[in-house]
């Protein structure tokens, strides 16, 4: 059992700022929600707020309780169907939507948004009647189911280097195959227009739609890598969320891919999403995948749910990937390794026309965070003093001592 007290980096955390989150403690939602909160560095493993699980919802973000910002979040998921995911926030809710800009820093690169809902979510149907703000290249906008800790993640992904379309990709174990994006049939303009985009997925499938229209198919099946004896399928309880982001400042594969540097003067950058309607695989129940005996039973055992009572808190969650063998399957990161047969409207050529080259695609942002340090705010908290493009949603928020002091002891 992890003592009182584990290490958190270079400190212990006390009763009074329980949560550690890489190498920091505190008490409030940034820390102790569970998508970031780490138990074994933490007072006591139970310090982590335990994790809401799926219930059936149908989220108006023109209504009270489907927003808040991070500070303001006292864990009960009742109280706001999605909270901003660090401070300081350039999330709202105004016009009967939650706008989500993309402001210019004084060092001449975007800062954007990012909203995670705060209920977890493993299979099931979830839709989202939203827009892009991407009307100048550089300027990323993205609507995305993701488990940070494991590296699953479904998207769709907009990029303002072409605004009649929106982009899809899926990823397992944070396995960066961008040769997997396909894109949607062609679009009204989809930051002026609002469409309703959906994500089907099941224990044995993936489906991809835009106003009602399904476009794309992922099936399990295909997704076997007989190399490491393992379903390279996203499987793990996720969280939905949305981001705005400045994908011009990255590094050359990912600016080119977005667009190039951005045009401040074509803004202002407002991403708007007036719902979200989620439909859990488990009939709205509040619980948790148990995956199943053998690979071949793929849609599990609904009977046997765990309970609400279960803490999905930890580093590594369950998942269904691997195939009973002898052998050991492989969870390490390496671009490119599982090709996938996709059910397409697309040919195989536009599948992989804009994948951005040796760049990084998609939610694959790198902002800067002052000299010495760098926050993603998607993998919140990650420090990284050297890398020129890392993986994570969404969008700078200055240093990390800005960070910790911008929301009541950030």
């Not at 906008?141 to 993640?153: A, L, M, P």
């Not at 890598?225 to 379903?231: Q, W």
């Not at 199943?292 to 609904?302: I, L, M, N, V």
Request: charged share 20%; glycine share 10%; with cysteine.
């Amino acid at each position: 059992m992890t003592p009182l007290g584990a290490k958190c980096g270079s400190q212990d955390c006390g009763k009074d700022s329980p949560c550690c989150v890489r190498g920091y403690c505190n008490a409030n939602a940034m820390y102790c929600m569970p998508f970031n909160c780490e138990p074994g560095n933490s007072y006591s493993p139970s310090s982590c707020w335990d994790t809401a699980h799926c219930v059936n919802a149908n989220v108006n973000f023109g209504s009270s309780n489907a927003f808040a910002q991070i500070a303001d979040y006292n864990g009960n998921p009742s109280s706001a169907a999605f909270i901003s995911q660090f401070e300081p926030s350039n999330a709202k809710q105004a016009n009967n939507e939650l706008e989500m800009t993309l402001v210019k820093q004084s060092d001449g690169k975007g800062f954007g948004a990012t909203v995670i809902n705060s209920r977890a979510f493993q299979y099931g149907t979830v839709s989202t009647v939203m827009r892009s703000g991407c009307t100048s290249g550089g300027v990323v906008s993205s609507f995305i189911i993701r488990n940070d800790k494991v590296g699953d993640e479904i998207d769709f992904e907009f990029v303002g280097a072409d605004k009649a379309t929106v982009q899809t990709n899926y990823y397992w174990h944070d396995e960066l195959d961008y040769t997997k994006m396909i894109k949607s049939p062609a679009l009204a303009d989809t930051t002026a227009n609002y469409h309703t985009y959906g994500i089907q997925w099941t224990p044995d499938k993936i489906v991809w739609s835009v106003n009602g229209n399904s476009f794309r198919t992922v099936n399990r099946a295909d997704t076997w890598d007989s190399a490491s004896n393992t379903f390279k399928f996203p499987d793990s309880e996720s969280y939905v969320s949305y981001s705005i982001w400045d994908g011009g400042s990255g590094a050359q594969g990912t600016s080119d891919w977005a667009g190039g540097a951005i045009q401040w003067g074509q803004g202002p950058f407002v991403m708007g999403v007036k719902s979200l309607t989620i439909d859990c695989f488990y009939k709205g129940n509040e619980t948790t995948y148990k995956p199943p005996s053998s690979a071949g039973d793929d849609d599990g055992d609904k009977d046997s749910d765990s309970s609400a009572d279960d803490d999905s808190s930890d580093d590594d969650e369950k998942s269904s990937s691997e195939k009973p063998s002898s052998s050991k399957s492989s969870t390490s990161k390496s671009s490119n390794t599982a090709k996938s047969t996709d059910s397409s409207n697309d040919d195989d050529a536009d599948a992989e026309e804009e994948d951005g080259g040796d760049g990084v695609e998609g939610d694959d942002e790198e902002q800067d965070l002052g000299d010495d340090s760098k926050i993603l705010a998607g993998t919140a908290f990650e420090v990284d003093s050297k890398s020129s493009d890392a993986r994570g949603l969404a969008a700078s928020v200055g240093s990390m001592a800005a960070a910790l002091v911008a929301a009541y002891m950030f």
